[in-house]
């Protein structure tokens, strides 16, 4: 992958937040559109972080810690989420709920016109409500462990692994489902990785099959706008890695 | 942090994991590793060892209320927090507003730093190279890094060409990175 050289200087001062005006703007709209710079950028955080390490040495007081573990103790509870990949759901479906309180309790007093725009919007907070709901029972579906999956082979060939991912550019959006999976070695998992057209691999997301070989990834966090030139598994440390140290399990298609 | 991250079982990522849903001694773990880092980036650009520790407390404060910002599948989080203590430190030097969302930080850096004995001997390296640099661009990038100036205000400083600057930061920037990927 090669970066755009006439970015390269340029590329090196937005890193260090030294870019200003139309300068930045310039760099920002082709980061926009640029994986090889994206990456190219991380790549020199990664430098500065290293010329930020040179500064270590001196440790914080013990009063630091003590600061900091009591403001924690005061931030408001945390709920336990069942699962990671729900966050932005629970976020959508208390939004609209405070959002429709906040308006019921404001347009509780007005005229009459107020009061039709809450009913409209409560129709429409509603029908929101609806689609998410059904939405989210379609996610369960895919993912749940009660799910029955069926793998339909010709003939009677053994049922082989398989993966299929599903991937809009524009959104950044991917699901990802797989059966027949065999298990991961212990302290290991798979990693699925998108594959871009140009530039390096990008980490789209960690998963371990369950008994029955069956695995789901569901909206990984990704750049968007990347065009994908296929999709891989790869067995990697339970944690993760930033780039593939292992041969592709599985490697696919556009399709 | 030397030494710390190596005898300690739970990896960076799970204990971000765990902050997500509120783990206080995942927390605690982390600032041990990690605090010694954000607190000598920050003072090291503040020269103030109170103006360092309010530093210290935003950045984990942030890690914290938004442990999604950091995405362990595209970064290592020492280099992470490093950046972003050196961000918000310039910020506060310059008296201006966070201007830059952690959620849009992704660092890349390899290998990952964490482990005790590689920490030191990376440590070495990157002081040996900065050492070897010539004066002027050595002067030039840590001005850049560490006191936040920008390229024309370097220029400005030094009297010399504004290309000369940036070409300055960018190839010192690039010996960093060469003596880790040679």
């Given at each position: 992958m090669s970066i755009h050289e006439q970015f390269a200087e340029d590329l090196s001062l937005y890193a260090l937040g030294a870019l200003e005006g139309e300068e930045r703007q310039v760099v920002e709209r082709h980061l926009d559109e640029c994986s090889a710079c994206r990456h190219e950028l991380e790549k020199l955080r990664g430098d500065l972080a290293r010329l930020a390490f040179s500064a270590s040495g001196p440790r914080p007081p013990a009063r630091s810690r003590e600061r900091l573990m009591?403001?924690?103790?005061?931030?408001?509870?945390?709920?336990?989420?069942?699962?990671?990949?729900?966050?932005?759901?629970?976020?959508?479906?208390?939004?609209?709920?405070?959002?429709?309180?906040?308006?019921a309790v404001l347009f509780k007093e007005q005229n009459s016109e107020l009061r039709q725009q809450v009913k409209e919007f409560e129709t429409s907070s509603a029908q929101q409500d609806q689609q998410l709901s059904e939405a989210k029972q379609l996610l369960t579906a895919l993912t749940s462990p009660e799910a029955v999956h069926f793998t339909l082979v010709a003939g009677k060939a053994p049922p082989q692994p398989q993966g299929k991912a599903i991937y809009v550019r524009s959104s950044a959006t991917l699901v990802f489902l797989a059966s027949n999976l065999p298990p991961v070695p212990p302290q290991k998992a798979y990693e699925l990785w998108l594959i871009p057209t140009t530039g390096e691999p990008i980490p789209a997301g960690l998963f371990k099959p369950d008994a029955r070989g069956a695995a789901a990834v569901i909206r990984?966090?990704?750049?968007?706008?990347?065009?994908?030139?296929?999709?891989?598994?790869t067995i990697e440390p339970e944690a993760g890695s930033s780039r593939p140290t292992s041969v592709p399990v599985m490697v696919g298609s556009g399709g | 942090m030397t030494g710390a991250a190596s005898n300690v079982v739970s990896t960076d990522a799970t204990l971000v994991s765990a902050i997500r849903s509120?783990?206080?001694?995942?927390?605690?773990?982390?600032?041990?590793?990690?605090?010694?880092i954000v607190y000598s980036v920050a003072l090291r650009v503040l020269g103030d060892t109170a103006a360092a520790e309010d530093i210290l407390q935003e950045v984990f404060m942030q890690l914290w209320r938004t442990p999604g910002g950091f995405d362990s599948n595209r970064g290592s989080l020492p280099g992470w927090l490093a950046v972003i203590a050196r961000n918000r430190a310039i910020d506060s030097l310059r008296k201006r507003r966070a201007?830059?969302?952690?959620t849009d930080v992704v660092v890349s850096i390899e290998p990952d730093l964490a482990g005790g004995a590689e920490w030191s001997r990376?440590?070495?390296?990157?002081?040996?190279?900065?050492?070897?640099?010539?004066?002027?661009?050595?002067?030039?990038?840590?001005?850049a890094f560490f006191q936040g100036l920008t390229h024309s205000e370097i220029a400005e400083k030094t009297g010399e060409p504004l290309g000369t600057i940036k070409t300055r930061i960018r190839t010192g920037i690039l010996s960093l990175r060469k003596a880790f990927n040679p």
């Open positions: 009591a403001a924690i103790a005061k931030e408001p509870r945390r709920a336990q989420l069942p699962r990671a990949r729900w966050a932005w759901w629970n976020v959508l479906g208390w939004a609209a709920a405070v959002t429709a309180i906040l308006l990984p966090p990704l750049p968007t706008g990347v065009e994908a030139k296929t999709f891989a598994i | 509120g783990d206080e001694q995942a927390m605690a773990q982390l600032y041990e590793r990690y605090s010694a201007e830059t969302d952690i990376a440590l070495e390296k990157i002081r040996s190279v900065l050492a070897g640099m010539p004066s002027l661009q050595r002067s030039a990038l840590e001005m």
